[in-house]
């Protein structure tokens, strides 16, 4: 046998090597997350073709579509993430996308570059309608685009997902009340009333009072969301959608749903 071709064999061999080296550090990195992640989920997931079919049909009823979101946050949450890993269908869901689009989820969210929305739900192209503006408090056009999601593309559910360390939250607090300067004013209109909502409680420092404002806020926002437009307080009142508050939370990766807002009950005709 020569130097060279002793070598060719030892470079054959080497993936081999280095694979058997590293297989009990990849089965020791992740025991814990993914059964605490299985032990937590009590719901359903949708059922998951690895790798993601291009531009599979999403879940078509409003707990489904909360069910698929809740799933691939688990599966983020967890370091598994599979329809935002597998790159190998691409160019097919790329054409496959070209006809059309039926995303089941809206997320009206905050354009906050740590809250990547895709990533922490685990959902390819085609899958979410996004809404981002800064501190989640949708203007006029963003109202209407979800109006356009429900309406034209089939949407089940909204998502209005807040955020730790919201620093449009955090400013306008410390606005108080005082105008921001340039545009910002915009941001203390879109959550008027948020700071008399929910005002700071004499035991609380300031931290613990800005994740009160976080929760809230989204909350506000997702209410707003159905005092402000007959077509979802319609399919919501329908059970055709549903309109769900969230926070995520920027150390875990989690985010925690709440229970979804209903329309307010129309106000009693004169008699
Ligand atoms: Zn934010």
């Known amino acids: 046998?020569?130097?060279?071709?002793?070598?060719?064999?030892?470079?054959?061999?080497?993936?081999l090597i280095l694979l058997?080296?590293?297989?009990?550090?990849?089965?020791?990195e992740h025991p814990a997350p993914v059964s605490k992640v299985k032990a937590q989920a009590k719901v359903t997931p949708a059922p998951l073709a690895h790798p993601a079919a291009p531009a599979e049909p999403g879940p078509d009823t409003p707990k489904a579509a909360l069910a698929e979101l809740s799933a691939g946050n688990a599966r983020f949450v967890a370091g598994k993430r599979v329809r935002t890993l597998d790159t190998s269908h691409d160019a097919a869901m790329r054409a496959a996308l070209v006809k059309g689009q039926a995303p089941f989820a809206v997320v009206v969210t905050c354009s906050d570059s740590r809250v990547p929305d895709a990533l922490l739900f685990d959902q390819e192209a085609g899958r979410l309608f996004t809404i981002r503006e800064a501190g989640n408090a949708p203007d006029l056009?963003?109202?209407?685009?979800?109006?356009?999601?429900v309406e034209h593309l089939g949407s089940k559910v909204i998502v209005v997902m807040g955020h730790t360390s919201c620093g449009a939250v955090k400013a306008v607090r410390e606005a108080n009340g005082k105008p921001?300067?340039?545009?910002?004013?915009?941001?203390?209109?879109?959550?008027?009333?948020?700071?008399e909502s929910t005002p700071q409680d004499?035991?609380?420092?300031?931290?613990a009072h800005i994740a009160h404002l976080e929760?809230?806020?989204?909350?506000r926002q997702a209410q707003a969301l159905l005092d402000r437009s007959a077509?979802?307080?319609d399919l919501s009142s329908a059970d055709k959608i549903s309109v769900v508050p969230a926070l995520y939370n920027l150390a875990s990766g989690k985010v925690q749903f709440f229970k979804a807002v209903a329309a307010a009950a129309p106000p009693q005709a004169h008699h």
Request: overall charge negative; proline content about 6%.
């Open 180 to 195: 921001l300067p340039g545009n910002l004013w915009a941001l203390q209109a879109g959550m008027a009333g948020l700071l």
């Open 215 to 219: 929760e809230a806020n989204a909350r």
């Open 202 to 207: 004499p035991n609380e420092d300031a931290a």
């Open 231 to 233: 077509i979802l307080r």
């Open 1 to 15: 046998m020569t130097w060279v071709s002793l070598f060719g064999a030892a470079m054959r061999a080497l993936p």
């Open 20 to 28: 058997l080296a590293l297989l009990p550090l990849a089965a020791e």
């Open 141 to 149: 056009q963003g109202l209407a685009s979800a109006e356009y999601a």
